[in-house]
């Protein structure tokens, strides 16, 4: 006996340019239905607003269950991420929730994104997101991380200098010099270094940009 196949060949019923137009939507529209979810079934949308000086980070989810906490991590550069804010979840509940966290140390240029720890000691991550801070301020200047593990051996700056020449000068509470830098910038939009730390002792430092009059405080411990 002949196995026969009912199988219907869509291309048969429509033309082929109107198939290919069916096919076409159907995928864009899972791709759309996707945007939102990232790489966790847990999330729903997650983004950042803008508004003066503040960055306020905010996320919703679909399902808590299993979920212990998250934790939300911030990068200057996309690439380097660090924790700045862990947040427990209901962990049994299935019903969504609303989260925002206020990000008091924001720099101009800010990444950030969501990883989600479940009970079981498993854990993914979402995509991340960017935001450019709009602010009037002008101490542009912006330390991270911030604070600095002891065994850390750099530290990130970012500032907008207004000349094309920068020094920076580090000082420890007492006022004593630690570390002075001259730097080759770019006036008038964001510079980005490195300053090595690794002779630091633990302790509170005021970073100074000579002659901007910016200036922040870090941390090491």
Not at 166 to 183: C, E, K, T, V
Not at 189 to 199: C, G, M, P, R, T
Request: net charge positive.
């Amino acid at each position: 006996m002949k196995l026969i196949n009912n199988q219907i060949n869509p291309s048969s019923i429509f033309p082929k340019t109107i198939y290919c137009l069916l096919l076409t939507l159907l995928l864009t529209q899972l791709s759309f239905a996707n945007i939102n979810n990232s790489n966790s079934n847990n999330l729903g949308r997650f983004y950042a607003n803008s508004k003066n000086c503040e960055v306020k980070v905010i996320w919703n989810t679909v399902s808590e269950t299993d979920l212990k906490l998250f934790e939300l991590e911030w990068s200057g550069d996309g690439k380097n991420f660090y924790k700045i804010h862990t947040q427990g979840s209901s962990g049994l509940s299935p019903s969504s929730g609303l989260y925002e966290y206020l990000d008091n140390n924001s720099m101009y240029s800010n990444y950030y994104r969501l990883k989600f720890v479940k009970f079981d000691g498993t854990f993914n991550y979402s995509k991340k997101i960017f935001v450019k801070k709009k602010c009037k301020s002008k101490n542009t200047l912006s330390i991270y991380p911030n604070p600095v593990s002891l065994n850390s051996n750099f530290v990130n700056i970012e500032f907008i200098p207004s000349r094309s020449q920068s020094q920076i000068l580090i000082n420890d509470m007492l006022g004593r010099s630690i570390q002075r830098l001259n730097f080759e910038v770019e006036s008038g939009i964001s510079n980005k270094f490195e300053i090595d730390i690794s002779s630091f002792p633990p302790g509170t430092y005021n970073l100074i940009v000579v002659g901007e009059r910016q200036a922040k405080i870090f941390v090491i411990k």
